[in-house]
């Protein structure tokens, strides 16, 4: 994951939107954003989780800081971590739930997408 920050100030309304429809994120993960955004010495960053077109199965995902409001963003709250989704990422996103694990074989962030109906063997791209 890259911390990635632009200075576009760009304003809009925001959507608070919890439930099963929403991108949900775990508590092991909202610890390992907020000790990213410590490191960084920013409180006014969000994690943003888009959806772009790449990838061996035509679909991967994006994490990364971010301190733009678009129009048509998704916010959500998870005890003071902002994750943001752009409106274009939000109907492949509904119901994925983030997490990180530390584990001796992998680190790092990973996206549980019941959306998602097939995936390429590094598991960094979706269809």
């Given at each position: 994951m890259t911390a990635e920050t632009t200075t576009d100030s760009t304003t809009?309304?925001?959507n608070l939107t919890e439930g099963p429809e929403s991108i949900q994120l775990s508590d092991t993960a909202a610890l390992k954003v907020k000790a990213l955004l410590e490191q960084e010495g920013r409180d006014d960053l969000?994690?943003?989780?888009a959806v772009q077109p790449g990838?061996?199965?035509g679909l991967r995902y994006q994490l990364f800081f971010?301190?733009?409001?678009?129009d048509g963003d998704q916010?959500?709250?998870f005890g003071g971590v902002a994750v943001v989704v752009d409106r274009m990422s939000v109907p492949y996103l509904g119901g994925a739930t983030?997490?990180?694990?530390?584990?001796i074989e992998k680190q790092g962030f990973t996206i549980d997408n019941p959306n998602a109906t097939g995936s390429c063997a590094c598991g960094d791209s979706f269809h």
């Amino acid at each position: 994951m890259t911390a990635e920050t632009t200075t576009d100030s760009t304003t809009t309304d925001v959507n608070l939107t919890e439930g099963p429809e929403s991108i949900q994120l775990s508590d092991t993960a909202a610890l390992k954003v907020k000790a990213l955004l410590e490191q960084e010495g920013r409180d006014d960053l969000a994690l943003r989780v888009a959806v772009q077109p790449g990838g061996c199965s035509g679909l991967r995902y994006q994490l990364f800081f971010d301190d733009r409001n678009l129009d048509g963003d998704q916010t959500t709250d998870f005890g003071g971590v902002a994750v943001v989704v752009d409106r274009m990422s939000v109907p492949y996103l509904g119901g994925a739930t983030i997490d990180f694990v530390d584990t001796i074989e992998k680190q790092g962030f990973t996206i549980d997408n019941p959306n998602a109906t097939g995936s390429c063997a590094c598991g960094d791209s979706f269809h």
